[in-house]
């Protein structure tokens, strides 16, 4: 087994990599890989000053920041598993930090772009009361979409007010607002069961065919009712986990407690939302300011 061959099944099975980062990191390395073969280079024979001449072969190809950034990252994880197999001793990647990193502020909605979004779908109807318990429970949980697709009926618990999520092999468990709970207590009580076509199916979430939602399903739900509520912002799944951590801090939660409910393994990914609250205000100030 070649060693991208065999940091695909280490991404897999031992880190259990949610799929979206283990097609981009395979396509990163790949990528490195025949930069490296170019430049006659072996995978284990690439020092540090070889990972910053890669770095500036993207910038030089027009790379964003943002993608020059994902790829170290993506090496530091491949020399990590090389170091595992014994096929390196030292991780090249390791400490290396691109010239230029520009990391940009997630887009969020207002309080009243919320409202507006979520008051959007008609629950007098199947589908709109099925899609508004979607859209209440990813802004009052902030999950990811693929963690509200995967999820299953025993994942929620209604009486107790919160719904148990799980990925990448780790459990989190978020508390629900009241209006969620309303929400999805109406679509399971009166819509789920109408559209179930095998009694056995365990999927939350299921669409019109009674099978269970996929992705891109919901996308197409989500930009539907962006278009019906005359937002211009774009809209995405994303875009409610980046409101729900944002309004959360805003009105006081601690940053530890958005890790948690995110489900960051690391703090630094949650405190992007200080600087958006951060920027907030000082678009506050500049406005209201006599003298700004």
């Not at 099975?13 to 490296?36: C, G, I, M, P």
């Not at 739900?221 to 809209?235: E, P, S």
Request: hydrophobic content about 35%.
């Amino acid at each position: 087994m070649d060693h991208i061959s065999g940091y695909e099944e280490w991404l897999a099975q031992e880190k259990r990599a949610a799929t979206n980062t283990l097609s981009s990191y395979l396509r990163d390395v790949r990528q490195f890989a025949d930069w490296a073969d170019k430049e006659h280079l072996a995978l284990t024979q690439v020092n540090q000053e070889d990972i910053r001449r890669y770095a500036q072969h993207l910038e030089k190809k027009g790379k964003s920041n943002a993608t020059v950034v994902r790829s170290i990252a993506a090496l530091k994880s491949f020399y990590t598993y090389l170091i595992s197999i014994r096929a390196v001793q030292v991780n090249p990647a390791k400490g290396f930090t691109p010239s230029r990193v520009e990391r940009k502020l997630p887009s969020i909605l207002s309080n009243h772009e919320v409202d507006l979004f979520l008051e959007q779908p008609d629950p007098s109807d199947s589908k709109g009361c099925r899609d508004k318990a979607m859209l209440e429970l990813l802004y009052a949980t902030g999950i990811r979409v693929s963690e509200l697709i995967s999820l299953d009926i025993q994942d929620l618990n209604l009486s107790a007010s919160f719904l148990r999520c799980r990925s990448r092999n780790k459990e989190r468990v978020v508390p629900l607002y009241k209006g969620a709970v309303r929400a999805m207590a109406a679509y399971i009580s009166e819509v789920r069961p109408q559209l179930l076509e095998d009694p056995e199916e365990t999927a939350l979430f299921v669409n019109m065919n009674g099978e269970r939602m996929s992705r891109q399903g919901f996308w197409k739900i989500v930009k539907c009712y962006q278009d019906k509520a005359g937002i211009h912002k774009d809209i995405t799944p994303h875009t409610l986990r980046h409101s729900f951590a944002t309004h959360l801090l805003e009105n006081g939660a601690d940053l530890k407690s958005i890790q948690k409910m995110l489900g960051h393994a690391d703090i630094s990914a949650t405190q992007i939302y200080t600087q958006v609250v951060n920027q907030k205000l000082r678009d506050v100030y500049s406005m209201a300011h006599p003298r700004a």
